[in-house]
T-cell receptor, first 110, second 114 residues
Framework: GQQLNQSPQSMFIQEGEDVSMNCTSS?????WLWYKQEPGEGPVLLIA?????ELTSNGRLTAQFGITRKDSFLNISASIPSDVGIYFC??????????FGGGTRVLVKP | EAGVTQSPTHLIKTRGQQVTLRCSPI?????VYWYQQALGLGLQFLLW???????NRGNFPPRFSGRQFPNYSSELNVNALELEDSALYLC?????????????FGPGTRLTVL
């Protein structure tokens, strides 16, 4: 079946840093979505991408739909403590179901 | 506008029991999706309902089933509960199918099987 490889699995951020995470797949997707999940809550949609090559921003977040349709990245600029959480990429192909990456856990540097 | 709602928020059951989880989609959304998120793991697709019909199913045994009602709300039923069914069960809804589809999630139901 389809699989998404999301990296890194975890990262530490320092306030003010820019951070980046990405997802790659062996299959083509029609839609890429990026979600953030905080403990005990459901994922919250951050950015939706519908066209290959599309670059979309939402505040300090920027995501791109890879030109090959097999990858996507998410950048967070000037990170702040509330950026802590788990970020998931999700790809949608046929059948409307979403395939999720394993998540990137963002933590604050001690 | 109210988001996706789920009930109950938490549930504790014992092995062999049956459970029903409920989901109300965002007003106007016709598609409802169910996902299982085991502790520390990613989301696994369970079921997709649209216009009262099951449209797609993930790789789960038949004891996971559900339905969608005429008002587009949905139930997820799990029979003969096993310990490994302990997870956060998430419901999502979307307005449309096809390239514009975007799924919005509810807060989830935390199921613990003892």
């Amino acid at each position: 079946g389809q699989q998404l490889n999301q990296s890194p699995q975890s990262m530490f951020i320092q306030e003010g840093e820019d951070v980046s995470m990405n997802c790659t797949s062996s299959s083509i997707f029609n839609t890429w979505l990026w979600y953030k999940q905080e403990p005990g809550e459901g994922p919250v949609l951050l950015i939706a991408l519908y066209k290959a090559g599309e670059l979309t921003s939402n505040g300090r977040l920027t995501a791109q739909f890879g030109i090959t349709r097999k990858d996507s990245f998410l950048n967070i600029s000037a990170s702040i403590p509330s950026d802590v959480g788990i970020y998931f990429c999700a790809g949608r192909a046929a059948g409307n179901k979403l395939t999720f990456g394993g998540g990137t856990r963002v933590l604050v540097k001690p | 506008e109210a988001g996706v709602t789920q009930s109950p928020t938490h549930l504790i059951k014992t092995r062999g029991q049956q459970v029903t989880l409920r989901c109300s989609p965002i007003s106007g959304h016709t598609s409802v999706y169910w996902y299982q998120q085991a502790l520390g793991l990613g989301l696994q697709f369970l079921l997709w309902y649209d216009e009262g019909e099951e449209r797609n199913r993930g790789n789960f045994p038949p004891r996971f089933s559900g339905r969608q009602f005429p008002n587009y709300s949905s139930e997820l039923n799990v029979n003969a509960l096993e310990l490994e069914d302990s997870a956060l069960y998430l419901c999502a809804s979307s307005l449309m199918q096809g390239p514009g589809d975007t799924q919005y999630f509810g807060p989830g139901t935390r199921l613990t099987v003892l």
